[in-house]
């Protein structure tokens, strides 16, 4: 009976974060070239682009909400001609992605593609499986939405790679593309669990981190009464502990790049915020 009374106490603070976070996303909201550079707010992947092989150049059009990136000279490029992307999981399992492909109207374009992937720079392109995507001249076809990426793709400090390659030399409309024929895509999101063992609470009280995100040093706001104060990286591995004297604890403690999970006993609950360090 202690042993399960045990178990449920600590359960609820050593769970896997259930919900899915954004870990790399292309969403092109502001027209411009520069939105090929990823835009999502996670620190992981700041500098990674979209990319096109054999085809293009991209350009920006009307995509499925606001923008997207286009390209033509698709033909003849069936196992060939590609987008693709690139990104790392670190901390991250459960990684998926969706994304959005339009064929475009008069000047028809590729009908069918295929999502491939690669965990590293030497490993073999490899099929996603459920990644069959049919284009057409809309934004409701060619979607896939919170497809499963394979375990290569989880936890993975090395590049992953992902490319919609051409699986035909078929047009929408016509017999076989052209080199007018235009293919967009859009909203591409990946996302992932981190792989930690504390719980996502919310968070009661003041606890608070700033600056937040911070490059280094940081002061953790902590209200009265807090018993203890402790500090797990993205892995649940537990990096600093303390019991504080004052309401607001100043860390300078040096902490690597990523995401930190402070973790706050305060008149008997515990609570959680998640710290960034650039």
């Known amino acids: 009976m202690k042993k399960l009374l045990l178990l449920a106490f600590l359960l609820p603070l050593f769970l896997f974060v259930q919900a899915q976070e954004e870990i790399v996303k292309w969403t092109f909201p502001n ?59 670190t901390g991250y399992d459960h990684v998926k992605i969706s994304s959005k492909q339009q064929a ?97 609470q919310k968070t009661t009280g003041k606890l608070s981190t700033f600056p937040n995100p911070s490059t280094s040093s940081f002061s953790i706001t902590i209200g009265k009464e807090t018993a203890q104060i402790e500090i797990y990286n993205s892995n649940g591995q537990l990096v600093y502990k303390t019991i504080p004297e004052n309401e607001i604890l100043s860390l300078d403690k040096p902490l690597p790049a990523g995401l930190y999970f402070i973790k706050a006993t305060q008149n008997g609950k515990v609570n959680l915020v998640k710290h960034i360090v650039k």
């Open 31 to 89: 027209n411009k070239l520069s939105d090929t550079v990823q835009n999502s707010a996670n620190t992981l992947n700041l500098s990674q682009v979209l990319r096109i092989e054999g085809a293009g150049p991209i350009v920006m059009k009307n995509g499925a909400t606001d923008f997207a990136a286009q390209a033509t000279n698709w033909d003849n490029g069936m196992d060939v001609k590609n987008w693709n992307i690139r990104f790392v999981t």
């Open 104 to 200: 475009g109207g008069t000047n028809g374009g590729p009908k069918d593609f295929k999502l491939q992937y690669k965990a590293g720079s030497t490993s073999t392109w490899t099929d996603v499986p459920g990644g069959t995507i049919t284009s057409a001249n809309n934004w409701t076809t060619g979607v896939i939405s919170n497809l499963d990426l394979p375990a290569d793709c989880q936890n993975q400090a090395n590049l992953v790679y992902i490319r919609w390659i051409m699986a035909s030399n078929n047009d929408i409309s016509l017999p076989a593309i052209t080199a007018a024929g235009i293919s967009k895509i859009d909203d591409i999101i990946v996302t992932g669990m981190l792989m930690t063992g504390l719980a996502d």
